[in-house]
C-alpha cells in the first residue's frame, strides 16, 4: 500500500494500481482480510447499489484512514453531485459518480470536489483524511486540491466518446458500467462501438496524452491480466466481496 500522498500521481503516472471493494458496513477483522488477499492501493465502498448510511461510511473511512489507506466512495445517483463536498467531509478520498454522459455533470462534480478557488466546496472537513496534518485551511484546501481523486462511470455509448472531454475537464479517474452500458449499446445498435471491447478500446485510445486513466471493475485474476494486456493499467477487485465475512 502507498496510501492517499502518492495514489493520484501514480495513477496519472500509468502505474499499475489496484483497490478491492468492501460492505460499507465492514469491520476492522473485514478489512483486515481484505487486505490480506493483496496489497491493495485504496478500498471501495458503494452507496448506488447498496444500504447506504452516514454513519457507516464515517466507520469504515476511519478505518482504513487509520491504516493509511484512502476510501473510495460510489455516490448515490448521478444528480446527486451537489452533495460530493459534505459526503467528502465524512473521509472518503476518491468519489466515483454513477452513469455519466453530459458534461454539465462533470462541471458540477468538479465544483463541489475541490475547494476555493479551483472549485466551490465548503470548508468544514473534520473527519478528511491528512486534515491533522494541515490544520491552516489555505494548506489543507491546497493539499486535498493536488491529492483528491474524482472520477466519472462511463455508462453509455455517449459517455463513452466524451471520455477524453471530460479528462480534460480535469477528471481523474473514467470507470467503467458493462452492464448499463450494455443496455445502452442494445439500444443503440448501429453505434460503431459495438463491443464492449471496442468501448474499452476507444477510451484507452482517446485518454493518451490526458492526465485522465481508466478503472475496470474486474472479477477475477484472468480479466484482470486480459485488461492488462489491453493496456488499462487501474483496476477495482469486487471479487472478495463474495468471499469476505457476513
Known amino acids: 500500500m502507498h496510501g492517499i500522498e502518492s495514489l493520484k500521481t ?11 471493494s468492501v460492505r460499507m458496513w465492514a469491520t476492522q477483522s473485514d478489512v483486515d482480510r481484505t487486505l490480506s488477499f493483496a496489497d491493495y492501493d485504496f478500498l471501495a465502498v458503494d452507496a448506488q447499489h447498496s444500504p447506504f448510511s452516514e454513519e ?12 493509511g489507506v484512502p476510501i473510495q466512495l460510489r455516490i448515490k445517483h448521478t444528480r446527486l453531485t451537489f452533495l460530493i463536498g459534505n459526503m467528502l467531509d465524512l473521509g472518503p478520498s476518491l468519489i ?42 489555505h494548506e489543507y484546501a491546497e493539499w486535498w486540491n493536488s491529492h ?24 481523474d479517474v473514467l470507470s467503467w458500467g458493462p452492464n448499463d452500458l450494455a443496455f445502452n449499446r442494445e439500444a443503440n445498435p448501429d453505434h460503431a462501438l459495438k463491443t464492449d471491447d471496442d468501448c474499452v478500446e476507444h477510451v484507452i485510445s482517446s485518454l493518451k496524452g490526458s492526465d485522465g486513466t481508466l478503472c475496470l471493475r474486474t472479477y477475477s ?7 492488462s494486456d489491453m493496456g488499462v493499467t487501474m483496476f477495482l477487485d469486487e471479487s472478495n466481496l463474495f468471499t469476505e465475512p457476513r
Open 10 to 20: 501514480r495513477i496519472r503516472n500509468g502505474d499499475r494500481v489496484v483497490g478491492a
Open 221 to 227: 485474476d484472468a480479466q484482470l491480466g486480459r485488461y
Open 148 to 171: 483528491g481523486i474524482l472520477w466519472m462511470q462511463l455508462e453509455s455509448v455517449l459517455g463513452v466518446t466524451r471520455a477524453r472531454e471530460m479528462a480534460d475537464l480535469g477528471v
Open 96 to 137: 466515483e459518480v454513477p452513469q455519466v454522459e453530459n458534461l454539465g455533470t462533470v462541471q458540477d462534480a468538479l465544483d463541489n470536489f475541490y475547494y476555493p478557488q479551483r472549485g466551490r466546496r465548503s470548508w468544514g472537513p473534520s473527519r478528511s483524511p491528512q486534515t491533522g496534518l494541515y490544520p491552516d485551511r
Open 56 to 67: 457507516n461510511l464515517v466507520n469504515i473511512c476511519e478505518i482504513a484512514n487509520g491504516m
